[in-house]
Protein backbone atom coordinates (compact mmCIF):
# COMPACT_ATOMS: atom_id res chain seq x y z
CA UNK A 1 0.00 0.00 0.00
CA UNK A 2 1.35 3.43 -1.14
CA UNK A 3 2.77 4.98 2.21
CA UNK A 4 0.59 8.24 2.38
CA UNK A 5 -2.62 6.03 2.51
CA UNK A 6 -0.82 4.25 5.24
CA UNK A 7 -0.18 7.55 6.97
CA UNK A 8 -3.52 8.52 6.53
CA UNK A 9 -4.95 5.20 7.77
CA UNK A 10 -2.71 5.96 10.80
CA UNK A 11 -4.46 9.60 11.27
CA UNK A 12 -8.12 7.71 11.16
CA UNK A 13 -7.12 5.00 13.16
CA UNK A 14 -5.58 7.73 15.91
CA UNK A 15 -8.47 10.74 15.45
CA UNK A 16 -11.23 7.82 15.96
CA UNK A 17 -9.69 6.21 19.25
CA UNK A 18 -8.59 9.78 20.83
CA UNK A 19 -10.60 12.49 19.29
CA UNK A 20 -7.21 14.52 19.52
CA UNK A 21 -5.22 15.92 16.09
CA UNK A 22 -2.37 14.26 15.36
CA UNK A 23 0.79 15.25 14.80
CA UNK A 24 3.76 14.03 12.58
CA UNK A 25 5.99 12.97 15.50
CA UNK A 26 2.99 10.59 16.70
CA UNK A 27 2.32 9.17 13.40
CA UNK A 28 5.80 8.37 13.33
CA UNK A 29 6.18 6.59 17.10
CA UNK A 30 3.33 5.01 17.37
CA UNK A 31 2.69 3.60 13.81
CA UNK A 32 6.08 2.33 13.95
CA UNK A 33 7.13 4.15 10.33
CA UNK A 34 10.34 3.26 8.90
CA UNK A 35 11.42 6.63 8.03
CA UNK A 36 12.18 10.12 8.65
CA UNK A 37 10.31 12.49 10.64
CA UNK A 38 10.16 14.64 7.18
CA UNK A 39 9.33 12.16 4.67
CA UNK A 40 5.98 11.38 7.35
CA UNK A 41 5.40 15.99 6.94
CA UNK A 42 5.82 15.58 3.91
CA UNK A 43 3.35 12.74 3.40
CA UNK A 44 0.78 14.64 5.90
CA UNK A 45 1.07 17.98 3.60
CA UNK A 46 0.27 15.73 0.24
CA UNK A 47 -2.84 14.74 2.24
CA UNK A 48 -3.66 17.85 2.89
CA UNK A 49 -3.39 19.26 -0.85
CA UNK A 50 -5.49 16.45 -1.72
CA UNK A 51 -8.28 17.36 1.05
CA UNK A 52 -7.94 14.28 2.81
CA UNK A 53 -6.77 15.70 6.24
CA UNK A 54 -6.91 19.03 7.39
CA UNK A 55 -5.26 21.43 10.59
CA UNK A 56 -8.44 22.25 12.98
CA UNK A 57 -6.25 24.65 14.46
CA UNK A 58 -2.95 26.88 14.14
CA UNK A 59 0.13 24.69 15.31
CA UNK A 60 -2.53 21.96 15.58
CA UNK A 61 -1.87 18.31 14.55
CA UNK A 62 -4.34 16.81 11.80
CA UNK A 63 -7.55 15.02 11.29
CA UNK A 64 -9.25 13.33 8.50
CA UNK A 65 -11.46 15.61 6.54
CA UNK A 66 -15.14 13.55 5.10
CA UNK A 67 -13.34 12.53 1.92
CA UNK A 68 -10.42 11.50 4.58
CA UNK A 69 -12.91 8.97 5.83
CA UNK A 70 -14.40 8.28 2.67
CA UNK A 71 -11.23 6.91 0.81
CA UNK A 72 -10.75 4.86 4.21
CA UNK A 73 -13.75 3.01 4.05
CA UNK A 74 -13.77 2.25 0.61
CA UNK A 75 -10.29 1.17 0.30
CA UNK A 76 -8.06 1.26 3.61
CA UNK A 77 -10.37 -0.19 6.51
CA UNK A 78 -9.17 -4.03 7.50
CA UNK A 79 -12.63 -5.19 7.33
CA UNK A 80 -11.64 -9.34 7.79
CA UNK A 81 -9.53 -7.89 11.14
CA UNK A 82 -12.67 -5.67 12.26
CA UNK A 83 -15.09 -8.76 11.65
CA UNK A 84 -13.25 -10.93 14.22
CA UNK A 85 -13.00 -7.87 16.99
CA UNK A 86 -16.35 -7.07 16.64
CA UNK A 87 -17.55 -11.33 17.27
CA UNK A 88 -15.59 -11.35 19.62
CA UNK A 89 -16.89 -7.92 21.24
CA UNK A 90 -20.32 -9.62 20.28
CA UNK A 91 -19.62 -12.41 22.35
CA UNK A 92 -18.22 -10.40 25.23
CA UNK A 93 -21.26 -8.40 25.66
CA UNK A 94 -23.78 -11.53 25.43
CA UNK A 95 -21.75 -12.89 28.39
CA UNK A 96 -21.59 -9.49 29.99
CA UNK A 97 -25.89 -8.88 29.87
CA UNK A 98 -26.08 -12.19 30.47
CA UNK A 99 -24.29 -11.87 33.57
CA UNK A 100 -26.57 -8.86 33.98
CA UNK A 101 -29.67 -10.24 33.69
CA UNK A 102 -28.55 -13.16 36.65
CA UNK A 103 -27.34 -10.33 39.07
CA UNK A 104 -30.07 -8.73 38.60
CA UNK A 105 -32.52 -11.79 38.88
CA UNK A 106 -30.69 -12.65 42.09
CA UNK A 107 -31.25 -9.49 43.37
CA UNK A 108 -34.82 -9.71 43.40
CA UNK A 109 -34.55 -13.11 44.77
CA UNK A 110 -33.48 -12.06 47.83
CA UNK A 111 -35.55 -9.19 47.71
CA UNK A 112 -38.10 -11.14 47.79
CA UNK A 113 -37.07 -13.58 50.44
CA UNK A 114 -36.49 -10.45 53.22
CA UNK A 115 -39.92 -9.30 52.15
CA UNK A 116 -42.01 -12.02 52.78
CA UNK A 117 -39.89 -13.64 55.58
CA UNK A 118 -38.93 -10.69 57.39
CA UNK A 119 -35.48 -11.91 58.26
CA UNK A 120 -32.25 -11.15 56.67
CA UNK A 121 -31.71 -12.46 53.46
CA UNK A 122 -28.84 -13.19 51.34
CA UNK A 123 -26.97 -14.94 47.71
CA UNK A 124 -23.52 -14.62 46.79
CA UNK A 125 -23.26 -12.81 43.40
CA UNK A 126 -21.81 -15.39 40.72
CA UNK A 127 -18.54 -14.24 38.93
CA UNK A 128 -18.03 -12.18 41.88
CA UNK A 129 -15.93 -12.69 45.32
CA UNK A 130 -18.87 -11.40 47.61
CA UNK A 131 -22.10 -11.89 48.94
CA UNK A 132 -24.69 -9.20 49.09
CA UNK A 133 -27.87 -8.80 51.46
CA UNK A 134 -30.93 -7.62 52.41
CA UNK A 135 -33.45 -7.18 55.87
CA UNK A 136 -30.35 -7.12 58.21
CA UNK A 137 -32.79 -4.18 59.80
CA UNK A 138 -35.43 -7.00 60.01
CA UNK A 139 -33.19 -8.86 62.83
CA UNK A 140 -31.56 -6.33 64.60
CA UNK A 141 -35.64 -4.76 65.09
CA UNK A 142 -36.21 -8.30 67.48
CA UNK A 143 -36.94 -8.07 70.85
CA UNK A 144 -33.31 -10.37 71.90
CA UNK A 145 -31.32 -7.60 69.81
CA UNK A 146 -33.10 -4.99 71.00
CA UNK A 147 -32.23 -5.47 74.21
CA UNK A 148 -28.83 -6.98 73.71
CA UNK A 149 -26.40 -4.50 71.31
CA UNK A 150 -23.67 -6.08 71.57
CA UNK A 151 -25.24 -8.91 70.25
CA UNK A 152 -26.45 -7.06 67.41
CA UNK A 153 -23.19 -5.20 66.46
CA UNK A 154 -21.83 -8.77 66.10
CA UNK A 155 -24.41 -9.85 63.73
CA UNK A 156 -23.92 -6.49 61.50
CA UNK A 157 -20.24 -7.33 61.87
CA UNK A 158 -20.38 -10.09 60.04
CA UNK A 159 -21.92 -9.21 57.08
CA UNK A 160 -19.68 -6.14 57.00
CA UNK A 161 -17.06 -8.53 56.79
CA UNK A 162 -18.00 -9.66 53.23
CA UNK A 163 -15.08 -12.01 52.37
CA UNK A 164 -14.74 -13.81 56.11
CA UNK A 165 -18.82 -14.52 55.64
CA UNK A 166 -18.23 -16.24 51.94
CA UNK A 167 -15.54 -18.26 53.11
CA UNK A 168 -17.67 -19.63 55.79
CA UNK A 169 -20.37 -20.50 53.23
CA UNK A 170 -17.84 -22.06 51.05
CA UNK A 171 -17.01 -24.35 54.13
CA UNK A 172 -20.26 -25.53 54.88
CA UNK A 173 -20.72 -27.68 51.66
CA UNK A 174 -24.01 -26.27 50.87
CA UNK A 175 -25.85 -28.02 48.20
CA UNK A 176 -29.97 -27.89 46.37
CA UNK A 177 -31.00 -29.20 50.15
CA UNK A 178 -32.27 -26.68 52.40
CA UNK A 179 -29.96 -26.82 55.33
CA UNK A 180 -30.45 -25.50 58.97
CA UNK A 181 -27.40 -24.42 60.99
CA UNK A 182 -29.05 -23.22 64.69
CA UNK A 183 -27.76 -21.43 67.30
CA UNK A 184 -23.93 -22.98 68.22
CA UNK A 185 -24.08 -24.97 65.34
CA UNK A 186 -22.89 -21.74 63.18
CA UNK A 187 -19.15 -21.72 62.75
CA UNK A 188 -19.39 -18.25 63.70
CA UNK A 189 -19.74 -17.05 67.27
CA UNK A 190 -21.08 -13.86 65.87
CA UNK A 191 -24.26 -15.56 64.82
CA UNK A 192 -24.79 -18.00 67.31
CA UNK A 193 -27.68 -16.03 68.59
CA UNK A 194 -29.01 -16.98 64.67
CA UNK A 195 -30.08 -19.34 62.67
CA UNK A 196 -28.30 -19.80 59.30
CA UNK A 197 -30.80 -21.14 56.68
CA UNK A 198 -29.21 -22.26 53.20
CA UNK A 199 -29.31 -23.81 49.76
CA UNK A 200 -28.02 -23.21 46.34
CA UNK A 201 -29.84 -21.82 43.20
CA UNK A 202 -28.96 -22.17 39.31
CA UNK A 203 -29.94 -19.43 36.71
CA UNK A 204 -28.76 -19.45 33.34
CA UNK A 205 -25.96 -21.87 34.36
CA UNK A 206 -24.71 -19.80 37.02
CA UNK A 207 -24.55 -21.26 40.57
CA UNK A 208 -25.35 -19.10 43.61
CA UNK A 209 -26.07 -19.90 47.29
CA UNK A 210 -29.25 -18.45 48.62
CA UNK A 211 -30.06 -18.43 52.63
CA UNK A 212 -31.98 -16.29 55.26
CA UNK A 213 -30.22 -15.44 58.74
CA UNK A 214 -32.84 -15.19 61.53
CA UNK A 215 -33.08 -15.53 65.60
CA UNK A 216 -32.94 -18.74 66.80
CA UNK A 217 -36.77 -18.05 68.15
CA UNK A 218 -37.99 -18.53 64.02
CA UNK A 219 -40.51 -19.56 62.00
CA UNK A 220 -39.08 -22.70 60.43
CA UNK A 221 -41.57 -24.38 58.93
CA UNK A 222 -42.70 -20.99 57.03
CA UNK A 223 -39.07 -19.84 56.20
CA UNK A 224 -38.00 -23.22 54.65
CA UNK A 225 -41.29 -23.31 52.83
CA UNK A 226 -40.52 -20.04 51.41
CA UNK A 227 -36.96 -20.94 50.53
CA UNK A 228 -38.51 -24.01 48.60
CA UNK A 229 -41.04 -22.46 46.73
CA UNK A 230 -38.58 -19.58 45.12
CA UNK A 231 -36.22 -22.29 43.95
CA UNK A 232 -39.14 -23.76 41.69
CA UNK A 233 -39.51 -20.23 40.89
CA UNK A 234 -36.21 -20.13 39.33
Not at 62 to 88: C, F, I, M, S, W
Amino acid sequence: MDRRLEVLKAIVKHFVETAEPVGSNTILVSYNFQVSPATIRNDMASLEKEGLIYQPHTSAGRVPTDLGYRLYVEELQDYEQATKEAKLAIEQGQKDMQMKKVKEKIYDIVALLSHVTQVASFATVPDNPRTFYIGLSNIIRQPEFIADANRASQVIEVFERNDRFLNILKELNINENIQFFIGKENILPEIQSCTLMVTTIKYMGHHSIIGLLAPTRTNYAFNRAVLEQIKKLI
